[in-house]
């Protein structure tokens, strides 16, 4: 391997925390519609000059901003994807991402047996919920229609979405299976924010909610599909043998399960993005991880599942395990 390579993914942090101090200081935002010069700038968002002269200037070589004539303005080819008001808007996904980035300065710390400092779900601030939340309908708006296209029509009638968060595969769903209609089951908070989210989606009136933890209540019952999708990543497997028995409860006789998730090789080193989001669950929760299939179908088996299969492999996080209650 060239020794710059090396040197080239040591200092790929640098774009990417330039591009997050951006985005949270709205900067993106601020220039969509107007051009401003650096006393502007500073005047309006209490910032040091110096300090903020050269962020501007790096994020205009990254080309992010356009500078001319001492002034700065986003440019129009990110205003969709960083504005608040661009149509593409991703800026939510980008501050969940900053939030990752303190979690992942802690790596060594962790890798030297400190334990981890990471809030759960419940206890994040409603901006950070918030921002997890729509910034995981960022990314499943995109993946959610050509994943379930190769997945193709379902015969099922009743879904349940355990851990749907704002709703974007039960919409989807249900847009390309005109029979189908799903319950989604999340956190109180959390169905605020689907509700708010779907209140003006064509698909409402086959959408139902349903409030509950998962980790500690029952999930609803009479359903003859489940899908269980980028969950188990969060969980150690004791946290989901104990998920899968209540998945097994809340299906019919005949109803089957699909989970969506990284899906490790027997060695646990590809696909290669599974490796690194193993590393996010080991800064990020107490026990999460990523497992290969041998390990989701034992836990499967474990809680009463059969046949056990693969419905869809991929190298991101769209591979889906299909297992049936017999």
């Keep these: 391997m060239d020794f710059s ?8 942090f640098q774009e990417a925390r330039v591009l997050l101090t951006g985005v949270e200081l709205d900067l993106f935002t601020l220039f969509a519609d107007k051009e401003m010069d650096l006393k502007q700038v500073c005047d ?32 129009p080819e990110v205003t969709p994807f960083l504005s608040r008001q661009g149509k593409e ?9 900053s939030h990752l980035w303190h979690r992942w300065s802690q790596l060594t710390d962790i890798i030297k047996g400190k334990s981890i400092t990471t809030k759960p779900i419940d206890q994040m601030s409603a901006d950070q919920l918030r921002a997890f939340i729509l910034g995981m309908h960022v990314v499943a708006l995109r993946a959610s229609k050509p994943l379930l296209q190769k997945l193709g029509h379902i015969p099922y009638k009743r ?15 249900i847009e390309m299976n005109p029979g189908l209609r799903a319950t989604i089951f999340d956190l109180p908070p959390v169905i605020e924010i689907a509700k708010e989210r779907l209140k003006n989606s064509p698909y409402l009136d086959r959408i139902d909610f349903c409030v509950g ?7 609803p019952t009479g359903y003859d599909f489940l899908w269980l999708s980028a969950i188990i990543h969060q969980n150690s497997r004791e946290q989901n043998v104990d998920l899968y028995k209540k998945c097994y409860t809340a299906l019919e006789t005949g109803g089957v399960i699909w989970v969506r998730d990284h899906v490790m090789s027997a060695d646990r080193t590809s696909p290669k993005q599974g490796a690194l989001f193993a590393i996010n669950m080991l800064v990020g929760t107490r026990g999460g991880g990523t497992y290969t299939f041998e390990e989701i179908q034992e836990d499967l088996n474990h809680a009463g599942f059969k046949d056990v299969h693969f419905k869809l492999r991929g190298d991101l996080m769209d591979t889906v395990v299909e297992a049936v209650k017999s």
Excluded: W
């Design 5 to 12: 390579k090396l040197l080239k993914t040591a200092s790929a």
């Design 44 to 75: 309006s968002l209490n910032l040091d000059m110096r300090a903020t002269q050269y962020l501007l200037d790096a994020l205009a070589a990254m080309e992010l901003l356009e500078k001319k004539e001492g002034k700065y303005r986003t440019s």
């Design 89 to 97: 808007c991703i800026l939510p996904m980008l501050e969940h991402q």
């Design 159 to 173: 879904m349940l979405d355990v851990g749907g968060a704002s709703g974007t595969y039960s919409e989807a769903f």
């Design 213 to 219: 933890d998962f980790y500690k209540d029952s999930l």
